[in-house]
């Protein structure tokens, strides 16, 4: 038995070694790294202690990347969950043409969202953008959308928004189609309306697939950077920057290797310190609201 | 301390490596062409027609030389592979492109080109040069990056130092090519920043009467930046071309991480470049203390933060391409930066064509003079040589006469003749005989704009107080950190001041961590050019 135990566990090797080399091994190298001088005119791995920790606790524009980026998932992931739950629920009911909406619904998540930022880089564009056309003609004033911060950000949140609602969608629509009939027959004999219905059975049976989705898009959004490249390259000044694209000028552009492996570390901490709580937040929340 | 962890690896890699290139390194005979009969006679009429439809017709003659369609064309490199890696798309990666196929065609060589984007570019030559590793023979990028890859390139051979194409390279791209008196880069290219006007509004007496009311002056191109934003001023948010549209004032490039330390360098330099103050004007070349946020620096970011109000929608993200589109397709009156705009404005089909006018870079009325540190009261001009595409072999190639005839090819009179007429090709005048009003008469243009872009050109060859690309390891770094003030002030996220003085303390910084014996040696070079010129 232990024999054929010992050689069960060989067919572990194949994937473990493959976890090593491309996770565990990069790791490593980054923590070695990031206590390293190592940038575009020395790359070596000359041992500096804790300067580039240091230095990163002074960056202002680091830290401003993280607070912006907390604003800029929540408050997107927020939206993505109303409107994907919305869609969902219309979808789930028996609609005309349920087919050709639910196929209609995914086509912005399928889009690559470098393609997607720099079509909405053009509906947003001051003077050519339909986004400009359409407030001249209801009579209003054109906004700077790409040019001044606050518009700058809501133009990346709308993009956010647009391309991965669909997410929200598809994995709230996985999870209604999946929901046991009983509790709704129940609930129908009792006489409760839509809304009772809603409240009392249909949003406690979604809270595990909720906080999945949840999580999974914060997970996503945390990592946001490619849209921010293509629309806004951060600016106005440094206004949209997040620590994705903040990472890319240190690391990749500037090659400050070492300082930028320091980074990413830390907010690699950051990241899944946070995204426990939140998920540990949410189903605490999501259980007491069921069991109520 | 310096250590290398996982040393056993580190060992095998580099053992590997040193395996793999001796294994396919070519001796010098190896390297050198078989000869076979040439497919071209000597004058031989070349065009790029054969290529495809976004070619123009025009024919020129292949000019007898060792660089020639003949003479590359007698050399036969069947066997060998030249790889090559150069910016995207069409702004020098097409013309790498089209002449590598040129070439693999008259010589039988293969020549594998990669085209990379131009935020990716920096890194994809450097690291493997930094590991040993030739990756490619032959790299085009911009010419400031020198002071991060000379250590890497192969000295241009004196034999194609003496071809008369690379005899008649302006003396300041001689000098942008040389790296400790040795030339390291293959000038393919020659960039200057300087003004680009709209004649029919300069001339037209309406709007010179309009001008005049508003000012109390007479309408001319901009001597000075204060006059640019008078002019830029009066005639921004008016449709004067009568197109039913707005027009604007003036179109820079502004946007943050698409080339705005140029823009903001051209908005300074009269500012900071003293004539009779010489030794840099980015640092004290003694302390190395950065001079970015002396007061010179400050004004030139306060004009740029008021032109805003004459700026396009959307002006004040403008990357090198909306510069472009928006002077060359004619929605603004001014703008300030390459040929590029210059050269789109004057395509046959822009509406504007032979309706513009280049001039000299705005200058000033004082100058911060950092020996004294004060204003000194005088009229002042500073060209900038922004950058430009430059070309080189690595030292490590095995494949280096092969590269340097490629680049040798490339730069023939009849490729650069036809080169410099596309303008998305982003190839400029940097010979003398480029110089030619004729020659660009030749492809339609007016006298008088041919000959106000030749002389505008060609004059600040013959400027005493010019202003050169900082060029010392790390550019990228301290120019990111540089347009990123500039574009922090612009957004009023802090004032010029403000936004410099962090700009100042970043390139301490930078300095301190690339290391200030290796930054000074390296500026050394900039402040030598500019003592040159």
Known sequence: ???????????????????????????????????????????????????????????????????????????????QYLIGFGMALLVWREVRGRRFWRVLFLVPMMTTPVVMAAIWQTIFHESLGPANDLLEVLGLTGIPWLTESGPALVALMTVEVWQWTPFMFLLLLAGLLSLPKEPFMAAAIDGAGTWRTFRKVTFPLMAPVSVAAVVIRLIEASKLSDSVYVLTSGGPGSSTETPGYYLYIQGLRDQQTGYSGAMSLTYLVLMIVTLTVVAALLTRAFKLKGDS | MRSRPYTGLVAVAAVAALTATACTAQNEEQQKPKEKAALFKPGSDISYQKYGKNYPATKVKDVPGPCSYESISRKDYSGQTLKIISHAVPVIGEPTQLHAKQFEEITGGKVEVVNVPFGELHQKILTPLQAGQPAYDVMFYPSLWIGDLAPYLAPVPEKYLETPGMKDVTKAYMDVATWNGKVVQYPVDGDRHYLKIRTDVLEDPQRQAEYRKATGKELRAPGTWAEYQEIAQVFSGKDFDGDGKKNYGSAEVTKRDDLTFSAFISRAAPYVKHPHVKGGVFFDPETMKPLINTPGFVRALEDMVKAKSTWAPGGANFGLGDEIFSFGGGQTLMSYSWDDAFVQAQQPDSRIRNKVQAAPLPGSTEVYNRATES????????????????????????????????????????????DLTIGRFGVNPYRNAHFDPAFWEKQGWDKDVAESYTSTLSGMEKSSNRVFDLRVPGVNQYMSSLANGVAAALAGQSSPQRALDGVAKEWSAITDQIGRDKVRSAYRNVVVLEADS
Request: net charge positive.
């Open chain 2, 375 to 418: 204003w000194d009261k005088m009229a002042n001009q500073a060209p900038y040589f922004t950058w430009g595409w430059t070309s080189a072999v690595a030292k490590a190639s095995s494949h280096q006469q092969m590269a340097f005839d490629y680049l040798c090819f490339f730069g023939n009179e009849a490729n650069t003749a036809l």
């Open chain 1, 1 to 79: 038995m232990d024999g054929l135990r010992r050689h069960k566990s060989m067919f572990l090797l194949p994937g473990l070694l493959t976890l090593f080399l491309i996770i565990i091994f990069p790791l490593l190298f980054t923590i070695r790294v990031s206590f390293s001088g190592w940038n575009v005119s020395n790359p070596q791995l000359d041992f500096i202690g804790g300067a580039n920790y240091t230095a990163m606790l002074h960056d202002g524009r680091f830290w401003a990347s993280i607070t912006r980026l907390v604003l800029l998932a929540g408050g997107t992931v927020l939206i």
